[in-house]
């Protein structure tokens, strides 16, 4: 089944712990990419990737590192966490840059007291 | 910058009517357009994607369409059921510069059909 994995799907944990949230996709897709979604926010994109290796900021990715050493995986890396980032987050990957739809994973929710 | 607008922010209707999600954007030099469905503790699934050279889509009971000079798309739904109650959210692809993988979503219809 094509799909996308994120672990772990609840998080809590203490400000300045650092925590990965990974990401896989079964699909061989070249694009990957995390948002957060927050209330009265909606969905905003943290970082993106284009390949193995090739990574780029979104809107909000102030507090977070990704990595792309494997095709399949995308983690989100959260070094000093803080209560500001407690969110839920999402991953997607898609085949084909702007001709493909995008396909999700189920979700992370973090809590950072 | 791109800005994505929904409207309206919740609607309530009857089971069976044909209703029409409205969505909004600031920017029309974009590669497509998509539509997404979102249940309560899910992830979103992918409904619709217009290319910016595409007018609309079907798929069921669903139609997208997209006026791109306007900035404007529609999602109709026909014949609604107690099944399509979720938030339903439209997010548009920018030509932000070559190789860009950027999309801007607006904040979502909460849709609930009443049986």
């Known amino acids: 089944e094509a799909q996308v994995t994120q672990n772990p799907r609840y998080l809590i944990t203490v400000t300045g712990k650092k925590l990965t949230v990974t990401c896989s996709q079964n699909?061989?897709?070249?694009?990957m990419s995390w948002y957060r979604q927050d209330p009265g926010l909606g969905l905003r994109q943290i970082y993106y990737?284009?390949?193995?290796?090739?990574?780029d900021k979104g809107d909000v990715p102030e507090g977070y590192k990704v990595s792309r050493k494997e095709k399949r995986n995308f983690p989100l890396i959260l070094e000093s966490p803080s209560p500001n980032q407690t969110s839920l987050y999402f991953c997607?990957?898609?085949?084909?840059?702007?001709?493909?739809?995008?396909?999700f994973g189920p979700g992370t929710r973090l809590t950072v007291l | 910058k791109q800005e994505v607008t929904q409207i309206p922010a919740a609607l309530s209707v009857p089971e069976g009517e044909n209703l029409v999600l409205n969505c909004s954007f600031t920017?029309?030099?974009?590669?497509?357009l998509q539509w997404f469905r979102q249940d309560p503790g899910k992830g979103l699934t992918s409904l619709l994607l217009?290319?910016?050279?595409?007018r609309e889509q079907t798929s069921g009971r669903l139609n997208a369409s997209l006026d791109k000079s306007s900035g404007r798309s529609t999602l109709y739904i026909a014949a609604s059921q107690p099944g399509d109650s979720a938030t339903y959210l439209c997010?548009?692809?920018?030509?932000?510069?070559?190789?860009?993988?950027?999309?801007?979503f607006g904040k979502g219809t909460k849709l609930s059909v009443i049986p």
């Open positions: 997607a990957s898609t085949g084909a840059l702007h001709t493909d739809t995008q396909y």
């Open positions: 699909m061989n897709h070249e694009y």
């Open positions: 990737s284009m390949n193995v290796e090739v990574t």
């Open positions: 920017d029309s030099a974009i590669y497509n």
């Open positions: 217009i290319q910016s050279s595409q």
């Open positions: 997010a548009v692809s920018l030509r932000s510069g070559a190789g860009s993988y950027q999309l801007t």
